[in-house]
């Protein structure tokens, strides 16, 4: 088994490479009759496609998908969807010197201890390259969300960048598409963006904290053991290239809460319960409340930096390596969107479980 899909109903299979011909996914479970083209999915893609400024990779790739199968006249069938995404800016000559050296912070000795191989142009199959595939995949998820839960908005964001913090105060959502940090506190973006440029020439890289903010999900989505809804969205968020830690509401910090402080309170308002604060993220137990869900994931600093770092070869040798290419000196900024999607994904799989297993019935309050 070599663990490339995710899901349980609404199933992804992502393929390919950093630096091979094209990269993409299998989407399957998908009900027939979706509206979907391509031009659903690609505004998507582009969030995330690098070399849009000067903060992130100028890789430069079009990330043009391509509907390989599953549709037919703009309409899914309820087949397996085929996407692809051809890669067009390789520069595999740029990794010619690490073809025997590990690269420090990568996966590059993991992979050969495990494989006894890797492609170590672009780190292959470990490159947040195919991250494109789950954006894609997420594409499709929207697009039937929109259909079968049209009121549910997904919307990721960054809240620190390296030391610097938004004011939660002054979180704006309309703010996020107005700037390339995808940041929501206009009053510290171009602040971000100084703060990045300096890294950057420093040949350094600087780690961040993504927030992904679910809104109007319906109450009732999760199981209460092995299919709760936070621990797949914990494992989707985790799985996402360089994260390094996963919290869901008040997460780490409600080690230093008071019980008093945690427990949120609830109250009857127009004959339903409301709650008076949201310190559980969304979900009690496994199950959403229908509250906003908040899961927030760290994202350590990119490893590819021109500043030597020191390493070993593959014949035993030791060496200063320096990782040449096109990299992000952030790459917390492009997993915004990556969050989004696979929250996307996980969250139209319990959807659709939910369907399965209780036909939407719901336990009622009151008389």
Not at 164 to 175: C, F, S, T, V
Not at 180 to 195: I, Q, T
Not at 207 to 223: K, S, T, Y
Request: net charge negative.
């Amino acid at each position: 088994m070599s663990y490339n899909t995710f899901g349980h109903l609404f199933r992804v299979t992502t393929w390919g490479e950093s630096h091979g011909p094209a990269l993409g996914c299998t989407v399957d479970g998908t009900p027939p009759g979706i509206p979907l083209t391509e031009a659903d999915i690609q505004p998507w893609l582009d969030r995330r496609r690098p070399g849009q400024s000067r903060l992130t990779t100028q890789r430069k790739e079009a990330d043009a998908v391509c509907i390989l199968s599953g549709t037919f006249e703009g309409l899914t069938t309820g087949t397996p969807i085929q996407l692809m995404i051809e890669n067009t800016d390789q520069r595999s000559k740029d990794y010619g010197e690490i073809a025997q050296a590990f690269r420090p912070g990568h996966a590059d000795l993991t992979y050969h201890l495990k494989y006894g191989l890797r492609d170590y142009r672009g780190g292959g199959r470990s490159s947040a390259r195919e991250t494109a595939a789950r954006v894609a995949a997420g594409g499709v998820a929207r697009a039937v969300l929109g259909q079968l839960a049209p009121e549910v908005a997904i919307t990721g964001y960054m809240v620190q960048i390296g030391e610097r913090h938004i004011d939660r105060a002054r979180i704006d959502l309309a703010e996020v598409t107005r700037n390339p940090l995808f940041c929501p506190d206009a009053s510290v973006a171009d602040d971000w963006a100084a703060y990045l440029d300096a890294i950057r020439m420093d040949h350094d890289s600087v780690g961040a904290m993504v927030e992904v903010l679910i809104q109007n999900c319906p109450p009732g989505l999760g199981a209460p053991i092995y299919a709760k809804l936070d621990t797949d969205l914990a494992a989707a968020m985790m799985s996402i290239n360089a994260v390094k830690g996963v919290e869901i509401g008040e997460g780490m910090a409600a080690a230093a809460l008071r019980g008093t402080q945690n427990a949120d309170e609830m109250r009857m308002v127009d004959g339903v319960p409301a709650y008076l604060s949201n310190h559980a993220g969304g979900i009690l137990g496994g199950i959403s409340s229908g509250q906003d869900i908040v899961v927030r994931f760290a994202v350590k600093p990119t490893s590819s930096i021109l500043t030597p770092r020191r390493s070993v070869t593959k014949s035993g040798g030791e060496v200063d390596l320096v990782t040449k290419g096109r990299h992000d000196p952030c790459v917390g900024i492009r997993a915004v969107p990556v969050g989004e999607a696979m929250a996307a994904c996980v969250v139209l799989d319990h959807l659709l479980m939910d369907r399965g297993q209780t036909g939407g019935v719901r336990g009622k309050i009151g008389n």
